[in-house]
T-cell receptor, first 114, second 113 residues
Framework: DSGVTQTPKHLITATGQRVTLRCSPR?????VYWYQQSLDQGLQFLIQ???????AKGNILERFSAQQFPDLHSELNLSSLELGDSALYFC?????????????FGPGTRLTVT | GQQLNQSPQSMFIQEGEDVSMNCTSS?????WLWYKQDPGEGPVLLIA???AGELTSNGRLTAQFGITRKDSFLNISASIPSDVGIYFC?????????????WGLGTSLAVNP
């Protein structure tokens, strides 16, 4: 158990809808990272937050947004969903804001868009 | 986006065999991380490397930070069935404020009991 929690574990929704994925980092970790992993693909970095502020952006679509709250949990919002958004979404956390710090991953949310 | 060249893409071996995989890049990295992912689960950190030439072990796993800082290797000795999974390398570029980890596409390992 990495100490990172993600909810929900599974999510099935229809095209055009909006969903929110939630992540709680390890106790004491200030950085949260979001990744997308499509079937048989590697991990695509989406966005990083550190202590409530956006720190780095990857290949995140404009339809997607994220935020980190004062209690350090983070939410990833996916809107106007398309079939191609079906994927595993992982949250990871690390102690500091450097991307090179060891990142610890949650169990993921499997999103299926029908 | 930029990715690491991770090889081999997949491996099928017999239980008890040793395994080697590597990641290479044309860029210099200051950190290398190796992760293992079981199906449907999140990646688990295996080994972290922070210095060129560093050799670190974690049980039957050994990883090295290449002296050119452009590559890293992971070896698994005496493989067992639970070694099955996808192994990812990740590195941080030595490029100022670039805070992102760059990820390889993974090596899928299958072990025949």
């Amino acid at each position: 158990d990495s100490g990172v929690t993600q909810t929900p574990k599974h999510l099935i929704t229809a095209t055009g809808q909006r969903v929110t994925l939630r992540c709680s980092p390890r106790s004491g970790d200030l950085s949260v990272y979001w990744y997308q992993q499509s079937l048989d693909q590697g991990l695509q970095f989406l966005i990083q937050y550190y202590n409530g502020e956006e720190r780095a952006k990857g290949n995140i679509l404009e339809r997607f947004s994220a935020q980190q709250f004062p209690d350090l949990h983070s939410e990833l919002n996916l809107s106007s969903l398309e079939l191609g958004d079906s994927a595993l979404y992982f949250c990871a956390s690390s102690a500091r804001d450097s991307g090179g710090q060891e990142q610890y991953f949650g169990p993921g949310t499997r999103l299926t868009v029908t | 986006g930029q990715q690491l060249n991770q090889s081999p893409q997949s491996m099928f071996i017999q239980e008890g065999e040793d395994v080697s995989m590597n990641c290479t890049s044309s860029s210099i990295f200051n950190t290398w991380l190796w992760y293992k992912q079981d199906p449907g689960e999140g990646p688990v950190l295996l080994i972290a490397l922070y210095k060129a030439g560093e050799l670190t072990s974690n049980g039957r796993l050994t990883a090295q930070f290449g002296i050119t800082r452009k590559d890293s290797f992971l070896n698994i000795s005496a493989s067992i069935p639970s070694d099955v999974g996808i192994y990812f390398c990740a590195g941080q570029l030595d490029a100022g404020n670039n805070r992102k980890l760059i990820w390889g596409l993974g090596t899928s390992l299958a072990v025949n009991p």
